[in-house]
């Protein structure tokens, strides 16, 4: 048995179920006191390891804790930064040893997408080259569904539950008009279409996007004109829901927010709503809105989807438990076994094997046309998105957990 402390960190973009993750490493943790003694989580990520940034979270009341299940955001904060390969700088990784020394951290756990299980795995060879006995685990998570291996990851459920819901709701309104609206909806995702497609679950109800456009398929104005009309011509509304990161046939984002990028390199996106709405008014003459969900579907906790924070706080309890037992640099994968009834298990993933990979949309699950999504997105998606949970809300208001070490900045 490996005795000592944990060290837990969230980054990336905040997600529904990132935190029911952390309440899953916490509550497991404190079960096995016989190894683990103290439980810390990182405050922004990585850059609270660097900088011996740390919160206590050991005596934290448990049913305060309780509340991250339905609580959005990365509540211990979060980070998007890159580590330099430690072949090329060791500045980082000796701070962060430093830090894992200081508190005797044998487990390390770091919960995010692409990205952060590079971070992970980067640490995890640097720990082994110098000799510092601890086990490094990935917790998945990414609204954006684009991680290898594992069938979908925490977070993805809760936010096209939030999507497909919020179709239904436009829909009713842009249909309560005797002539409706061009309402072209703009969904998170930047490179895979998964979040996007989730918008058709609305169809289920008969209330779902019209049209559907993601980045795995070259966008076209003219074609976007094409079909929006034939759609207007019909029903005398149309509902687009559009991937914020649409691209056009050279792979050139339809609309990106300047040239800046972030640490990964990531350019900014959000806004191609307005452009496609504006540029469809102007060609058909129509009425046309943009409605863009932003942050909105990524903190959805309030329409959480009660598989989806499960699984959340599934991954951080195997991601320990497997630890305890022995298993390093792995991430925590969810591998489907059947989809009726939906049944998953909990496998491992190399971390290796999933940093900096994105996973798209099949092609098909696209339709042929490339404006829609096919019957087998919907089996895969539809069971993501089921079950509700039943103690978010205490007099009308989302109850938040107030911890006694939380820090917010
Ligand atoms: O990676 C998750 C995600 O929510 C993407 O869908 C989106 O493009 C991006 O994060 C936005 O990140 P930020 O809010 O950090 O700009």
Redesign the pocket.
Known sequence: MLEGNVLYGQS??PSSAINASALGVILEAMEHKDVIHKIYMMHHGIVGAINDDIIDVTDEDVAELKKLRHTSGAYFGNV?YKLLDWKDSEKDYRKILKTLKKYNIRYFFYNG?NDSMDTCNKISTYLQKVGYECRVMGIPK???NDLPITDHTPGYGTSAKFIANSMIDIDLDNASYPQGRVIVVEI???HAGW?AASSALANLQGHGPDLIYVPEIPFEMDKFYADVDKVYQKKKRCLVAVS?GIVDKNGSFIFQVGKKV?AFGHL??GGVCQVLSTNVADALGVNSVALELSFLQ?GACRIASKVDIEEGEGVGREAVKRAIEGVSDKMIAITRLSSKPYKIEYTLADLSAVANYENKLPRDMINEEGNNVTEKFIEYAAPLIDGELDDTFTSGLIDVPHLKNYRPL
Do not use: F, P, S
């Open positions: 990336g973009g998007r997408g990414t609204i954006d998170m995702g930047r979040l914020e972030d900014r996106l990524r």
